[in-house]
């Protein structure tokens, strides 16, 4: 499954520019700070409480993830962090959010499996609620802002908290095998880059979604041919899954006119 691979390296590249710090990982990292406390439910931090939001303001505030099975791409759990960590950010400053999540190449199953699969993951940051590091999540305008509580950048909260609980959250799935963690909070990152990246990845995953509910095939007059003519692999998958489901209905003729539709 190479669906989302472009755009990983689409944001890799963004970023080979830039300076970035590696953050400890699991027992590299001081124990506090690897096992930072959860609240266990949604929390709030209110205004008079919070130092200052990520992405706030209109600041922009992108959270994206993204699977693959390329170990090139996630070689190994890591973090990475371009720009000031949450204990020198003073006032709202842009942010972006990216995890980078390696699944094992069998477990990724076709069809439902595989769309359950990938959303399950992208759902990971539902259900995580690092003390102090509030979540606001609004996937109608594609934003994704924290706000951060003093108190808790006054007893250390910083990204390795957050990059280790991301990564504990995301190694519950059990197809998970490595994940990248990267957290931007440089001025002058390509916040648009990875805006419009975040556009590109829903759009994969809602034609995923097509493939799965609509039983257009003919891609002359579908609206997502743009789509499947730029991501590799999407069109052998929307066949795929007709070939699948339909195997005792297609005789060779159709099945050959079927292939043939595959550009
Ligand atoms: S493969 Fe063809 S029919 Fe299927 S979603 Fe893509 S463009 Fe549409």
Redo the contacts with the bound molecule.
Sequence with gaps: MRLYDDRICEVLTALTEQEARELPVGDAADQRQCNWPDAGRAMMVLQSDMAYELGGHHLPAVGNTLVTMDQTLVPQDEILLYGPDLPEITTDTPYARMALVRVAEDSIGTGDQLYNMIQNIGYFRYHIYPKGFMLRVSSSNDRESVRVAKDALQEGLDFTAIGNAMIRALRLHKEVEAVKIIFVTLPQAPYELFQENLKKTKQITA?ID??LK?V????NS????E??DEVEG??EM??GIKEQGDDSCLDDTETKEMND??K
């Design positions: 034609t097509h493939m609509d257009n095939m003919d891609c579908c609206g997502l041919q789509i499947c999407l069109r929307h066949f539709r595959i």
